[in-house]
């Protein structure tokens, strides 16, 4: 099992947001073309907003097949659809708005169930769609944040699924920076059989944590989240680089 490590350290931020969405656009294509769908998982937060609205734009608004990609979610609040803090809907605001994406292909986590019956929901959903002997789809990306605790998804020190195990999806009470929340989260294993990993990092708080999930520290969620048979990117701007060697 090899995963193939490639960190991209971006000088702007209008770099860093060009080449994360140039580089999801042409897997989706990739995918589209070897097996006729692409499977996407988005992410939530301010980082991805600007390569949201790119991809919302030309020249990706007509060079990609957004009838053939299938969306998910890497982890929602347990909030109403509409609420400002709901990661669906700023997805919904800055994708699905501006582009010809089916409700069918759109596969949300409903996080106005709460915590439980939520993840519960999600875990048929993903079943649903298992492929290859898995109880989920194998993603062709997933979108990933990473906090200055070291968290992603909704995967927060001491409190994750380890890597090797678990159901695909959880749900987690998490407390971070000062916004307490319920949430659902999909776990290590499912994000550790998707083909293409896209860690989405900005700014000089994150530095030191990045430096140590890079090393190796499993202390910090991030760390966990290696694809066996995939590619594991980190887009980066320099400040969050800032301790790199």
């Not at 915590?115 to 999600?122: E, K, L, N, T």
């Amino acid at each position: 099992m090899t995963t193939h490590l490639n960190i991209m350290i971006h000088d702007t931020i209008d770099e860093f947001n060009q080449s994360a969405a140039a580089q999801f656009a042409e897997i989706v294509n990739q995918a589209i073309k070897a097996r006729g769908l692409a499977f996407v998982a988005l992410s939530g937060g301010g980082t991805p907003l600007g390569v949201y609205r790119l991809l919302a734009a030309e020249p990706y608004r007509s060079s990609v097949d957004w009838t053939a990609v299938q969306f998910y979610w890497g982890d929602e609040r347990c909030v109403p659809p509409q609420d400002p803090e709901s990661n669906y809907a700023q997805a919904a605001a800055a994708l699905f708005a501006k582009l010809p994406v089916p409700a069918a292909n759109i596969h949300r986590i409903q996080g106005e169930l709460g915590g439980a019956a939520a993840a519960a929901a999600y875990i048929e959903v993903l079943c649903r769609n298992g492929q290859v002997g898995l109880s989920w789809p194998v993603l062709d990306v997933a979108l990933m944040g990473m906090g200055e605790d070291g968290h992603t998804a909704s995967l927060f020190p001491g409190k994750f699924i380890p890597a090797a195990y678990g159901p695909a999806a959880i749900c987690a009470t998490a407390d971070y920076q000062g916004r307490p929340a319920e949430r659902v989260s999909l776990t290590p294993p499912v994000f550790n059989t998707t083909r293409n990993v896209m860690f989405l990092v900005t700014g000089e708080k994150k530095a030191p944590v990045l430096a140590k999930v890079l090393a190796g520290d499993e202390k910090f969620p991030a760390a966990l989240i290696r694809p066996a048979e995939g590619n594991l990117i980190w887009h980066v701007d320099r400040a969050a680089a800032g301790e790199l060697s």
